[in-house]
């Protein structure tokens, strides 16, 4: 079992590239929040030779699509969703410099390849927590693409998210490594 590392957002480099597979964090700081329709319009923009409505630089994009927040709550229920469906985007991002993504699920092997090659980490977030998660949420505001209601791109501010790196900047992946180590000691059937 690892320590818990407190992270402070936005991720260094110099941090990243120290993170290891199995490593259980803590976030804190500004992250953003967009899944299918956000990453679709985003690719688009880009397509058109247009910014982007934030600056992905060292950034991290949690998966996920909020609840209604209930009354004295930034934000509703917020558990990660399957990363999966942003995988036909994130290198993309990555390349422009991307550094988290948070999500529950494995990813392709080409976003696999684009965590190594741009030096960025995917963070498993806790499946079925997402009302408990919500407390971590301090602030909330939507920043673009108001109009995809909870799939619009918001601007968290969160401290002491709970997140488990996943596939690190070395190219481990938490899930190989977990089934293998099953495997071992599994007894034969």
Known sequence: MTDIRH???PFTDEVVSQLRAGDRL???GT???ARDAAHKRMIEALDRGEELPLDVRGATIYYMGPSPARPGRA???GGPTTAYRMDPYAPRLMALGLKAMIG????SQSVRDAIVKYNAVFLGGIGGAGALLSRAVKSAE???YED????ALRRLVVENLPVTVVDDATGRDLYEEGRARYRKTAPAA
């Open 148 to 151: 995809l209601g909870p799939e």
């Open 104 to 107: 529950k699920g494995m990813r």
């Open 75 to 77: 934000m509703g229920a």
């Open 31 to 33: 992250l953003y929040v």
């Open 7 to 9: 992270i402070a957002l």
């Open 26 to 28: 803590l976030l804190s």
């Open 142 to 144: 939507v920043i673009a």
